[in-house]
């Protein structure tokens, strides 16, 4: 990451402990904002804020727009918190968690900042739900459950706060349909629905045929294809895990589905084609480059589907076994190149079925490594998915 060589320090552990009831962030009396056009609510800053929101705009923001070539939380986000309290204290408590959980900081101190702006954040955000249509409400919630499910996807918390923003979702009757910020919030919430229906084995909150989607034929554009299979994903998601996933009629969707896997797929271009590098190592693995990174994770995902397919929650034929390696040994190529930290994150929820299918204990064991790296690197919690999968060896599966 690039100058964490002048990484501003937050306050020591002790100071936050003594003051933790107090603002660490009050300026000098004799500092003074800076008026907004229109009249809006200000900011003041610090370094330490300072860094922080340029931070936020190299690391986290890009995990949001993995699938958003407009780059609403790059550009757009940080035009508004300039002038929102808001989600000024979100993206720092977002951003002051990633450094206190990932290798980018060694002083803990960072965990403390977060905790502070979190609570901020959380008071204006309630304040925000009160009153009608509040403008950045949705993104401030969409803000605050990245924070949480990048400690514990499973976490009580979390879970309720995902319920919370699936009823401002529905309420406010955000579709693939909308445009600006309140489109890429509405793919960005797809992808939570999508990690908690793979973490909990259960169908999705927001059905995907609500989702008011449309297609269009020949399109090039790997943000629009990357939720095209996100959007695969989730049907299938709700098929394996609903009441006919383990019956006659499920196996006849999915082949309808295998089909329409490959329907997406013939119409894509050279950038979702991974060009091997390297030597095969020990294991067979061997890296692979995609020159656009929703690319890289749009084909990460099909090969997922197909797993689930084939598989989940039951092995759904003996024909599949080799068909089911082929897949997994794809899955992890991906997973062992060289990509920026927006796909890492996103694919350990899908690198837990290829980790469970993979035959070998030693290619099992570089899937828990990379798993390891991510949280190492990321601050992204995977030390549950990691253990869930231990046990699953241990019980012979």
């Not at 349909?177 to 939570?192: E, L």
């Not at 008011?212 to 098929?239: C, F, K, M, P, S």
Request: a negative charge.
């Amino acid at each position: 990451m690039h100058g964490l060589e002048h990484l501003p320090q937050p306050t020591s552990t002790s100071e936050n402990l003594n003051t933790i009831g107090g603002n660490l962030y009050t300026p000098p009396q004799s500092s003074e904002s800076n008026p907004q056009p229109g009249g809006g609510q200000s900011i003041t800053l610090t370094s330490e804020t300072a860094y922080l929101l340029q931070t936020y705009v190299r690391t986290v923001a890009v995990w949001m727009d993995l699938f958003d070539f407009s780059l609403v939380y790059q550009l757009r986000v940080p035009q508004l918190v300039i002038s929102s309290p808001l989600l000024f204290h979100c993206v720092c408590a977002f951003t002051a968690n990633h450094l206190a959980l990932s290798n980018a900081s060694s002083n803990p101190a960072w965990k403390f900042v977060a905790v502070k702006h979190y609570g901020e954040a959380l008071r204006l955000l309630i304040e925000a739900l009160s009153m009608p249509d509040h403008e950045h409400a949705l993104t401030a919630s969409m803000l605050l459950l990245s924070y949480e499910i990048h400690e514990a996807q499973r976490s009580e918390d979390y879970r309720r706060h995902f319920l919370g923003l699936t009823t401002l979702i529905r309420e406010r009757g955000i579709t693939a349909q909308c445009s600006g910020t309140d489109r890429a919030n509405f793919w960005i919430y797809v992808r939570h629905e999508i990690a908690l229906a793979l973490s909990s084995e259960q169908p999705t909150v927001n059905d995907p045929a609500e989702w008011a989607v449309r297609w269009i034929e020949g399109e090039t554009r790997e943000d629009y294809l990357g939720n095209h299979v996100l959007w695969i994903l989730a049907r299938v998601v709700n098929l394996i895990f609903g009441p006919e996933g383990r019956s006659e009629s499920g196996k006849e969707k999915r082949h309808a589905f295998l089909n329409e896997l490959e329907v997406w797929r013939s119409g894509l271009s050279e950038t979702f084609v991974g060009i091997p590098y390297g030597d095969e190592d020990e294991e067979g693995f061997r890296k692979v480059y995609f020159p656009v990174t929703a690319a890289a994770a749009a084909a990460f995902w099909y090969h997922i589907v197909h797993v689930l397919l084939y598989a989940e929650p039951t092995l759904q034929d003996e024909s599949y076994v080799s068909l089911i390696q082929e897949q997994v040994m794809k899955i992890t190529n991906i997973a062992i190149s060289d990509f920026p930290a927006a796909l890492m994150v996103f694919s350990t929820h899908g690198l837990f079925y290829a980790g469970k299918h993979i035959q070998g204990i030693s290619r099992k064991a570089r899937i828990w490594a990379v798993l390891k790296d991510v949280e190492t690197e990321t601050g992204y919690s995977t030390r549950a998915t990691v253990t869930h999968l231990q046990d699953l060896v241990e019980q012979g599966f």
